[in-house]
């Protein structure tokens, strides 16, 4: 949504709300962090250039000329329903719709949508960081079209060069219903037997043939918010699961969340970069 609140040097230039750079404030400075993102986030730099930042207020009607509407904002199942109910008021018909979400049920965000969103909208969970990680959830509901999977299958695995898995639509789908639960598994271990978090990364990542990053720096990749996310997913639609329990959110990981300190994205979470050149890391000390 556009940005409605000056900041203290916009104010001294004598912006307003209406100027177009206040209102993408927010998405321009997403798409600056983009290019500083290391890894890099996109292939070349250059490619930038083909991006075109909006708002949802300004910009919303755009998406008319689009083939492909993929969503990504926020895990929460309030906000994709209504960008979704605005979304509709704009697209052709026909027009792919997926979201990204990483785990919400994808039949519970097409309610009250017409024949024609329902059965052009899935699922397509890309994984983070979506330029490095190969796996590409594809989860439809029961009224998306046989061949508009087919079609996006290929474009996904030829084109982007991914590899697809079907999922079904329950909750957090395969990975992330397999990945959460084994995270929240580890902390709860970590917790009881007083273990660090570079001890419990060193054990849990290429010790047993995982990646380097373990748990804990997984985590901070992923994104917190997101994490905290995902878990509150399996609380919503899971409590009939006899590992229930296990999906308690972990005490650090909400004061984290609460403090702002979201992973790698805000420069500090179960780590923190340190350092002039942002590219050293430290355990962070503020859990």
């Known amino acids: ?9 916009e104010e001294k230039k004598g912006k307003t709300t209406a100027d177009p750079a206040v209102r993408n404030r927010i998405v321009n400075d997403a798409l600056a962090s983009t290019l500083k993102a290391n890894p890099a986030a996109l292939y070349k730099k250059s490619y930038a250039s083909r991006i075109r930042a909006g708002n949802f207020d300004d910009n919303l009607q755009e998406i008319a000329d689009c083939d492909w509407i993929m969503e990504v904002v926020v895990d929460r199942l309030d906000i994709k329903k209504s960008i979704f109910e605005r979304v509709e008021q704009y697209r052709k018909p026909g027009t792919l719709i997926t979201s990204n979400t990483s785990g919400i049920p994808i039949a519970l965000m097409e309610e009250g949508r017409s024949e024609d969103f329902k059965q052009h909208f899935c699922g397509t969970h890309f994984f983070n960081p979506p330029r490095y990680m190969h796996l590409v959830e594809l989860i439809p509901t029961a009224a998306t079209r046989s061949d508009i999977l087919d079609q996006l299958e290929g474009f996904l695995t030829t084109t982007l060069g991914k590899g697809v898995v079907h999922a079904k639509d329950t909750p957090n789908f395969i990975a992330n219903r397999v990945g959460i639960f084994g995270m929240l598994a580890t902390i709860y271990q970590a917790e009881q037997f ?3 978090v570079d001890v419990v990364d060193d054990l849990t990542g290429k010790k047993l043939g995982r990646a380097s990053s373990g748990t804990f720096r997984t985590a901070d990749v992923v994104g917190l918010d997101t994490m905290a996310h995902v878990i509150k997913t399996m609380q919503d639609n899971l409590q009939d699961d006899p590992f229930f329990a296990v999906y308690k959110t972990p005490e650090v990981l909400a004061k984290l969340v609460a403090a702002g ?21 430290r355990l962070n000390s503020s859990h």
């Open 1 to 9: 949504f556009p940005v409605t609140i000056l900041t203290p040097e």
């Open 261 to 281: 300190t979201l992973g790698q994205k805000s420069g500090a979470g179960f780590y923190k970069k340190v350092g002039k050149d942002r590219k050293s890391t």
């Open 194 to 196: 007083g273990l660090s």
